[in-house]
């Protein structure tokens, strides 16, 4: 007998639940699985589904842990070792819905190896079903010391003679306790709280039955008091106090240690502290500050640490205690970490040595931060001067400038009005002493002031146009230079080659920009002018970054611009004032629609595939986002040329990458900066590319809502620094995690962040407020933290992902002697964000690895398709009409995985922007529902894409891959309802002749109509390989075949080709009426007609078979993802979570002749009348029709994944297939079919 195997591969989903064993493990529920990892190395030590089909709620372990040493024998080379090993013996109650399964966990470690601790799990008892679902267990203790019966801590003991507790007080949602025995599994003690309501939380205190205190969250906004032991006269629960004034559902209650305050979360925003005294009336503090649902609450020391939907985790001060205000702001919040992506922080947990705090998000990742990084940390007044500085002030203190220099300097500067003079200050953190470096009356009533990288050198700009070059050290001579008539906006300071030059920039009213060289070699350093760099008009220069390697200057500007100058080129002289000019090479105008650039850094990188030497630009802007470009062709600048050669060359042809957006308005550069029309111009300048740079848009997203001020690189990752909702914060672009923030007021216009490594152990951030300096210190180290890494578990999509779909074009990779290909797929979500993922079947853990994460659509991505041209493209579509395509380029990655942990090569991806298709139903907020892709000339780079809409609209779609631009091709309406699904099908038509393009649409209207596209698309093809430009939009004309499938909406569609007979199709479809149909169609094209007769070709569709079959029941709920197997088996999932597997008997191959055979007869019987024994053997055949049409269930499974949205697969053999879910999460089986032999 043939044996069907479901395999669970992979589950990622919502963290629901976290817990500290002590602090170096950490256990974790995510799903029904229970994970241990062990916290200094980030290793996942075990993974099991020990709840079956339930979601874990909460892990809760008893106080006390079993501890004993062993010493234990192992041989190695012949010689025996003995190694003492400590074991720790833990009993647990994990709970989620209705169950409760009692697990007791052993930890194994090596006392004198650095070896990763083992652990093993045995199962207990499980209490289910119960009457209720579980809001809260408690463990009970016949008797505990009062020194430890409210700590959170676990207690060590040595020995194995401790007895674990055998009672578990139970409170459930309709707010009643129950206390169970759980060795018998029997309840022992019931009771209901008098106020009978539901309730949305609820937590104990107490480690005693007669000391037990349940607080439950109602769903009246309301928390209560009660004590479980206590009983009125009608037997219920007696409550002592109520806490009012939520204006909201209560989500989350937590006791403090001593069960002195209470803290509760609520769907009103809010964090409120309360005193649990049973006599004393007093007001909450509440604490203001998340800007959505607040999850859990909990107290550490003087501290609260808060998770909400929000999607951040923040620590507040807690003053309750204190003579403060009834409130307390956002300002009062100390940290506020956003790591996680997308909807919600779940879980929380807190070490027992209270130094890391972990959160489990509904991304599925887990992160830990470092709570030394707040405790530790300060903000503190710089503003102390000496008394020779200060005794004879004619004013108060006029506190403009401060500069740190980005080195370990132990210094900083300031400039500062002491009487009529303007005194630059530098303050010596070693000596403690301040020092006059220079003054003058020019730097009185205005100062621009930067300082070099290198910290030998400061600039200041004065009103009247002067420039200042001063010693930081004293090295020589202050310089000063008459350079502009007016006053100096801003000043640059760049490095060179040689350590000991320097490029500086002075820009000043009227577009007066100079280039200027500071030579430090010579005992006198010489500061020259080299030339005045020419830009657009309103161009207000405000960042800037030097490349010395190629020497490129790139120059970013308030009003959006970007110009990037070659100082190798040829320098063009002015004959009006002989000073030498120098133009940009390249200008991108609107680089972050029409905010300021607000700083330029680079990168020099190399392309995988030829290795290039590329030039990765990186800008940042007061959109919230930033911008990565790659220059290519780098090796035509001419790095022998220096300023003073001026010979004639040709300029350089440059393409920008150009995304077609209104946000986006990137553009060759000309004398005048005016956009070029022509387009037989364009096509000159598209010629000569060879010759010339490309600079490509590489990567561009929104990172905040607020500023982002600053890309910077630290030890080779890319951090992000801004300004939003008056907080400072520095942003890990590279691991996608904000590092920290500080409570600063909001965005300052003086200011100054320094970083000594990428983990910000030591950081400070400098800046001014009220003519006072403040600055913010972090210190904290990785062996302080405890941690090496911030994330245990990598993310997944935020929110709901609505389509996965895997990569199946065969890659251009040289792997060697590998079989195994990388396993790659795309997914799209209700975060709008389009990622990429790699798996890795053979990995024990970390298996799923993000390649991309690109979020450029506006709303949610509902399709996603690949095809393969010139250059492979991903289509990904959705809300708001958009359908955006994008050059995907794999290459291999550097660091392969290790021989021993994965067989499969690992891969590095860049996804390019590529083309954005232009909007065109009349009606707004139009939706893409689906999309099918289909590569019609791979010379040409053709493509069409069928996309159906929430107008009710079919459009084709032709994509040029050479003019990256979208051209409609027709439109048809039919369905009168959204079209929901679209698929293509491409039918051989010979060598002689095109081939028939038919598409398959289906709605809410229940119906499947089959259309034959090939005339519109050929004809259209025609006309425009003959004008080589966009032509007017074709008629679709209406469908050649309907019919009704279900009875309301179809939400996923497949066409399989029959294997035993070339022109039959089997169409699967499922829908919202929990049914699968299946119909059976020939689809005949005929192929005798010549390749200029195509219009003449007709399609024939005729159904196999009069009846469309259905499964009435396929599934318990709305079916949302449909794949055939091959010719009898069929995949099917839905709402209910179920993963079907059927079995189809209507045309096996022994088969189909007989019921063709008794077919015909059947439609011979109705058109002419038989006698009575005729018509009996009609109904005998049409018995024997109805037989062969069966359906059969041969496996199910449940799937982990809540609402589940897309199912897509892909074949890895002839008998196994991988099967990916994804909804809330993602989840990976491997289906296997083992077909067993019969001996003869």
Not at 91 to 105: C, F, H
Not at 181 to 204: G, M
Not at 248 to 277: A, L, M, Q
Not at 887 to 916: F, I, M, R, T
């Amino acid at each position: 007998m043939d044996t069907q195997k479901f395999q669970k591969l992979f589950y990622a989903g919502p963290i629901t639940s976290l817990c500290f064993h002590n602090d170096i493990i950490l256990l974790s529920g995510q799903g029904p699985y229970f994970k241990v990892f062990y916290v200094p190395t980030g290793n996942l030590l075990y993974s099991h589904p020990i709840m079956e089909y339930w979601r874990i709620y909460r892990i809760v372990p008893v106080k006390f842990v079993k501890k004993e040493e062993i010493t234990v024998e192992e041989n190695k080379n012949n010689k025996t070792y003995y190694n003492s090993i400590i074991k720790e013996q833990r009993l647990l109650a994990i709970y989620g819905s209705k169950t409760i399964q009692i697990v007791n966990i052993s930890i194994d470690y090596y006392k004198d190896k650095l070896e990763l601790p083992r652990v093993s799990i045995t199962l207990g008892s499980r209490l289910s079903p119960l009457r209720d679902w579980v809001h809260d267990v408690k463990w009970l203790y016949g008797y505990i010391n009062n020194s430890t019966s409210t700590s959170t801590n676990s207690v060590d003991f040595v020995g194995s003679s401790i007895t674990n507790p055998a009672e578990l007080a139970i409170a459930f949602a309709h707010n009643f306790v129950e206390i169970y025995n759980i060795q018998n599994k029997t309840c022992v003690y019931s009771i209901q709280c008098e106020e009978r309501c539901i309730l949305y939380s609820a937590r104990f205190f107490g480690d005693t039955l007669n000391e037990l205190i349940l607080a439950s969250g109602t769903v009246f906004n309301q928390v209560h008091l009660w004590d479980v032991m206590k009983k009125n006269e009608f037997g219920d629960g007696v409550v002592f106090k109520k806490l009012i004034g939520h204006e909201g559902v209560i989500f989350g209650v937590n006791f403090s240690d001593d069960g002195k305050i209470i803290s509760s979360v609520s769907d009103d925003r809010t964090i409120r502290v309360w005193k649990t005294d049973r006599n004393e009336k007093s007001n909450p503090l509440i604490f203001y500050g998340h800007m959505a649902r607040v999850w859990d609450c909990q107290f550490l020391d003087n501290y609260l640490i808060s998770i909400s939907e929000d999607s951040t985790c923040r620590v507040w001060q807690n003053s309750i205690d204190l003579n403060v205000d009834d409130e307390a702001s956002d300002v009062n919040c100390l940290a506020c970490w956003e790591g996680h992506v997308g909807k919600s922080v779940w879980s929380l947990a807190i070490d027992p040595s209270r130094k890391i705090v972990a959160t489990g998000g509904g991304d599925s990742e887990i992160r830990l931060w470092s709570l030394s990084s707040v405790t530790n940390n300060k903000i503190g007044m710089q503003f102390f001067f000496s008394e020779r500085f200060t005794r004879d002030l004619d004013s108060d203190k006029d506190l403009i400038k401060i500069e740190l220099p980005p080195v370990d300097s132990y210094a900083h500067l300031e400039l500062q009005t002491m009487g009529k003079l303007k005194h630059l200050l530098r303050y010596s953190y070693v000596t403690k002493e301040w020092l006059s470096l220079y003054n003058s009356k020019e730097l009185r009533n205005y100062t621009m002031m930067k300082v070099s990288n290198c910290g030998r050198v400061v600039c200041c700009g004065s009103i009247n146009g002067k420039v200042f070059v001063i010693s930081v050290n004293q090295e020589f001579q202050t310089i000063e230079k008459n350079l502009h008539q007016y006053k100096v906006f801003e000043l640059f300071l760049e490095e060179t080659e040689d350590p000991n030059i320097l490029h500086v920039v002075s820009h000043a009213i009227h577009n007066e920009i100079y280039l200027l060289k500071l030579d430090l070699n010579d005992s006198e350093p010489r500061f020259e002018m080299l030339c005045k760099l020419s830009v657009p008009p309103q161009f207000q220069l405000m960042s800037l970054a030097f490349c010395p390697s190629y020497r490129l200057l790139i120059c970013g500007s308030r009003e959006s611009g970007l110009a990037i100058y070659n100082l190798n080129s040829p320098i063009l002289s002015n004959t009006e004032n002989s000073i030498k000019e120098l133009s940009p090479i390249i200008y991108l105008k609107k680089t972050h629609g029409r905010q300021a650039v607000t700083s330029v850094a680079f990168r020099i990188d190399k392309l995988k595939s030829n290795e290039e030497e590329v030039l990765m630009i990186y800008t940042s802007g007061r959109d919230g986002g930033y911008i990565k470009y790659r220059l290519r062709g780098l090796s035509i600048l001419n790095l022998k040329t220096n300023y003073s050669e001026s010979t004639e060359k040709d300029p350089i042809i440059i393409e920008i990458n150009k995304t077609k957006h209104c946000d986006d308005d990137l553009y060759e550069d000309t004398k005048d900066y005016n956009i070029d029309s022509d387009n037989s111009a364009k096509e000159l300048q598209k010629k000569e590319l060879v010759d010339g740079l490309i600079l490509e848009q590489v990567y561009k997203v929104k990172i905040t809502k607020g500023w982002l001020e600053r890309v910077v690189f630290v030890e080779d990752e890319l951090i992000l620094l801004g300004f939003f909702r008056k907080r400072f914060f520095v942003y890990n672009e590279d691991k996608k995690y904000e590092m920290f923030s500080v409570a600063c007021g909001g965005a300052h216009r003086m200011w100054h962040f320094k970083a000594k490594d990428k983990r910000m152990d030591k950081a400070s951030f400098m800046f001014i407020r009220k003519e006072n300096v403040y600055i913010y210190s972090r210190e904290s180290s990785a062996i302080n933290e405890g941690f090496n890494e911030c994330n245990l578990q990598g993310n997944f999509h935020g929110r709901e992902c609505r389509i996965v779909n895997y990569l199946s074009y065969p890659l251009d990779l040289d792997l060697g002697n590998n079989d195994q290909k990388p396993i790659m797929f795309a997914t799209g979500a209700e975060d709008s964000v389009l990622r990429l993922f790699q798996y890795f079947p053979d990995k024990q853990e970390k298996n799923l690895v993000s390649l991309c994460s690109i979020k450029k659509h506006t709303s949610v991505i509902k399709s996603v398709e690949w095809s393969y041209g010139t250059e492979l493209l991903l289509f990904s579509s959705g809300a708001n009409e958009e359908l955006r395509c994008w050059k995907v380029e794999v290459s291999l990655a550097c660091n392969q995985p290790d021989a021993g942990s994965s067989a499969y090569p690992s891969v590095g991806v860049n996804c390019l922007e590529w083309s954005l298709c232009p909007a065109v139903s009349e009606i707004p907020e139009t939706r893409i529902m689906d999309t099918s892709v289909c590569l019609i000339n791979s010379f040409k780079g053709l493509h069409f894409i069928a996309a159906v809409y929430s107008d009710s609209v079919l459009r084709v779609w032709l994509f040029d891959e050479k003019k990256r631009n979208f051209f409609l091709i027709g439109d048809a309406k039919f369905h009168t309802r959204c079209i929901l699904q679209v698929r293509h099908l491409v039918i051989s038509a010979g060598e002689n002749s095109k081939d028939g393009i038919i598409l398959f649409t289906s709605a809410t209207d229940g119906r499947i109509a089959i259309w034959d596209v090939s005339r519109p698309i050929y004809s259209y093809l025609d006309l425009y390989d003959k004008s080589n430009e966009a032509i007017d939009s074709l008629d679709l004309g209406e469908p050649v075949y309907y019919y009704q499938a279900h009875q309301s909406g179809i939400n996923c569609l497949a066409i399989h080709p029959m294997s035993y007979y070339n022109s039959l199709y089997m169409i699967v479809a499922g829908g919202d009426d929990n049914a699968i149909s299946i119909a059976y169609f020939e689809i005949l094209w005929d192929t005798f007609r010549k390749e200029d007769d195509y219009n003449k070709i007709q399609l024939i569709i005729r159904p196999k078979y009069r009846e469309i079959v259905k499964i009435e029941a396929a599934h318990g709920s709305s079916i949302q993802g449909i794949h055939v197997l091959n010719d009898t088996k069929i995949l099917s999932t839905a709402l209910d979570q179920r993963l079907n597997l059927w079995e189809i008997d209507f045309y096996s191959r022994d088969k189909i002749d007989k019921i063709d055979e008794v077919k015909y007869f059947v439609d011979k019987c109705d058109e002419v009348k038989y006698s009575k024994d005729e018509f009996d053997k009609r109904d005998e055949v049409k018995n024997e029709i109805d037989k062969r049409n069966e359906f059969k269930l041969i496996k199910s499974e449940f799937v982990d994944v809540c609402d589940p949205s897309s199912m897509n697969t892909l074949r890895i053999s002839d008998n196994i297939v991988y099967i990916t879910i994804v909804g809330i999460g993602i989840e990976i089986f491997k289906y296997e079919y083992i077909q067993k032999y019969t001996k003869v």
